[in-house]
T-cell receptor
Framework: GENVEQHPSTLSVQEGDSAVIKCTYSDSASNYFPWYKQELGKRPQLIID?????GEKKDQRIAVTLNKTAKHFSLHITETQPEDSAVYFC?????????FGTGTRLTVIP | DTAVSQTPKYLVTQMGNDKSIKCEQN?????MYWYKQDSKKFLKIMFSYNNKELIINETVPNRFSPKSPDKAHLNLHINSLELGDSAVYFCASSQRPLSNTGELFFGEGSRLTVL
């Protein structure tokens, strides 16, 4: 099955700085890569996604890049704000299942 | 107006007991899921139902039995609870099976603590 690895497990940045979270996947059949944000005690919520026919996607301060050849994808958050503090999960979909990474706890220091 | 709601939110019980968690979605979605999130925050799928039919059944002990009376409901029953079952259980739904769509809508989670 698909194996998704996510790094780093924890990340602290100063407010206003950028944050980058990286994921790799193993199954070349994966064609959809969403990112979920989970605030403390809350449910995971989709923040951005990218399909395998696209190399980059941006939504305001959030961007995701995908390198299919290397089987890795990354989440970029610019101008971080305290409300960006949360656990972020990447995921990969090879067929009818979503395989999640192990999560990155992002802390934005005011 | 909660989209995916699950009850109870918190559940504390003794080893060996049987418990159930209920989930309902009012989004009109065809597919529902149960995910388990352990203490290290790892999210892992347990089951998926599409229109009341089981389509994903990951390696989960037989003590866990899902039931979908209709496509808006997916309940999880756990027999003979063990310490290792302590986790947060998330119900989720999607418009179609994940092969055709992407976004999962999660419930707020049910934190199960087995003593």
């Amino acid at each position: 099955g698909e194996n998704v690895e996510q790094h780093p497990s924890t990340l602290s940045v100063q407010e206003g700085d950028s944050a980058v979270i990286k994921c790799t996947y193993s199954d070349s059949a994966s064609n959809y890569f969403p990112w979920y944000k989970q605030e403390l005690g809350k449910r995971p919520q989709l923040i951005i996604d990218i399909r395998s026919n696209v190399g980059e996607k941006k939504d305001q301060r959030i961007a995701v890049t995908l390198n299919k050849t290397a089987k890795h994808f990354s989440l970029h958050i610019t101008e971080t704000q305290p409300e960006d503090s949360a656990v972020y999960f990447c995921a990969a979909r090879p067929a009818n299942n979503l395989f999640f990474g192990t999560g990155t706890r992002l802390t934005v220091i005011p | 107006d909660t989209a995916v709601s699950q009850t109870p939110k918190y559940l504390v019980t003794q080893m060996g007991n049987d418990k159930s968690i209920k989930c309902e979605q009012n989004l009109g979605h065809d597919t529902m899921y149960w995910y388990k999130q352990d203490s290290k925050k790892f999210l892992k799928i347990m089951f998926s139902y599409n229109n009341k039919e089981l389509i994903i059944n990951e390696t989960v002990p037989n003590r866990f039995s899902p039931k979908s009376p209709d496509k808006a409901h997916l309940n999880l029953h756990i027999n003979s609870l063990e310490l290792g079952d302590s986790a947060v259980y998330f119900c989720a739904s999607s418009q179609r099976p994940l092969s055709n769509t992407g976004e999962l809508f999660f419930g707020e989670g049910s934190r199960l603590t087995v003593l």
